[in-house]
């Protein structure tokens, strides 16, 4: 096992990771000091396989512990299902010394965040992440939010866990595109900051492709490690954890373009960090030409999108892009890869060359 020290003053936590921590659940929140009752947070998908294990740890180290069950996906990271959170906390009078934890992907991480953020004006919680995108990114650095019928994240607030636990067994049961889309956060953290962290990841592409849990575990604490210093230096995203979005805007546009049915969204981020290596690029920001093809050639043996599907408009997009209420014309703040490792932030990249890039990506 492995530990990350999220270090925030008084909102300090650790994230254990590594293969064999579900079943230690109720030791491990032991040794970490946990007190009182759990209100455990879950999707029946998840339930199915790891709801027992984690209860039946719980329960051995003396725990009392309940569940609520929301349903799979997106659009159930609501105030609805907030709601029904509540609910279940007021009906079984959980007091301000209450625990809620999280257990499986982003989705149930967020909305269970949210939950805790807002309960009581704040109870503790504790994330159990089950896909690797969890994992690598949402568990860590206290972005908690539910979505709003106009616009995703809309209502949150920025409230850290208490504990992190990473299992890597369970992405034995993550289908495929889960997988693969929680790999391009890890590859963003690679080429945003860590050069040498970016080699292991291509020379380790076959075991990362047969989720070998020992290297996974390594990589989910080396994208930790990453992610938690980068966390530290701004937790509230006034300034350099905006470098964590490489890859986000024209990723956020094609999710959007395609009513957020036709990519995961790391397949959208991956498209979207190649677009900004292309961008990179053209404006001479960025001067190793070899870099694009190492990380198409990454995302391609991951099974990855490297080119726009057939009928994306590169008008739709610009409008997406340029057009919105919130962005002053031209004034998009670019996230861009200066060298490996490194990014700078850019607000003077003409339209055009955004637009040639997407039509050289395979936009109409
Ligand atoms: P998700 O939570 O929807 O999980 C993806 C699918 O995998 C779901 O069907 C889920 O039930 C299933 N699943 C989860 N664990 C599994 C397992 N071990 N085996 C089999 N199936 C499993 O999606 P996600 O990609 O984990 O998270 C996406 C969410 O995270 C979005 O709402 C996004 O806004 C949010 N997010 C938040 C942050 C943050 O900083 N808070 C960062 C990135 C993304
Ligand atoms: N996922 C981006 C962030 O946590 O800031």
């Not at 001479?284 to 198409?296: C, G, N, Q, S, V």
């Amino acid at each position: 096992m492995q530990e990350v020290r999220v270090e925030l003053g008084e909102r300090s936590y650790s994230i254990l990771t590594g293969t064999g921590l579900l079943v230690r659940s109720g030791s491990l929140f032991k040794e970490r000091g946990v007190k009182g009752k759990i209100l455990t947070v879950t999707n029946p998908t998840v339930a199915q396989w790891y709801l027992t294990p984690l209860l039946d740890s719980l329960a051995e180290a003396g725990y009392q512990a309940e569940t609520v069950l929301i349903p799979d996906g997106e659009e159930y990271k609501s105030l609805e299902q907030a709601g029904r959170i509540y609910d279940k906390l007021v009906d079984g009078e959980y007091d301000r010394k209450s625990v809620l934890v999280a257990l499986g992907g982003g989705v149930i991480g967020d909305l269970t965040g949210f939950a805790a953020a807002t309960y009581m004006r704040g109870i503790r919680y504790i994330q159990i992440p089950t896909t690797l995108l969890a994992q690598v990114d949402s568990s860590i650095g206290g972005k908690t939010a539910v979505n709003h019928p106009k616009g995703k994240n809309l209502i949150g607030a920025f409230y850290q866990p208490n504990l992190v636990i990473s299992d890597v067994g369970t992405f034995r049961t993550l289908p495929e595109r889960e997988f693969s889309s929680g790999m391009v956060e890890v590859i963003k953290h690679g080429m945003i900051l860590d050069p040498d962290y970016f080699e292991k990841l291509e020379h380790e592409a076959q075991a990362i492709k047969a989720r070998d849990p020992e290297i996974m575990a390594e990589i989910v604490a080396g994208s930790c490690r990453i992610k938690a210093a980068v966390v530290q230096e701004d937790e509230r995203e006034t300034g350099r954890r905006a470098i964590l979005n490489f890859g986000h805007t024209i990723g956020h546009a094609l999710e959007s373009i395609t009513g957020y049915q036709r990519f995961k969204h790391g397949e959208a981020v991956a498209l979207g960090i190649l677009a900004a290596l292309k961008i990179a690029l053209r404006n001479k920001i960025l001067d190793d030409a070899a870099l694009y093809p190492k990380a198409a050639a990454m995302f391609e043996s991951l099974g990855l999108p490297t080119k726009l599907p057939a009928g994306i408009s590169c008008e739709g997009i610009m409008a997406l892009l340029y057009l919105d209420k919130k962005v002053e014309y031209g004034k998009i703040r670019w996230i861009l890869p200066k060298s490996l490792g490194q990014v700078l932030i850019s607000s003077k990249i003409p339209p055009e060359t955004v637009k040639d890039t997407l039509s050289e990506l395979g936009g109409v």
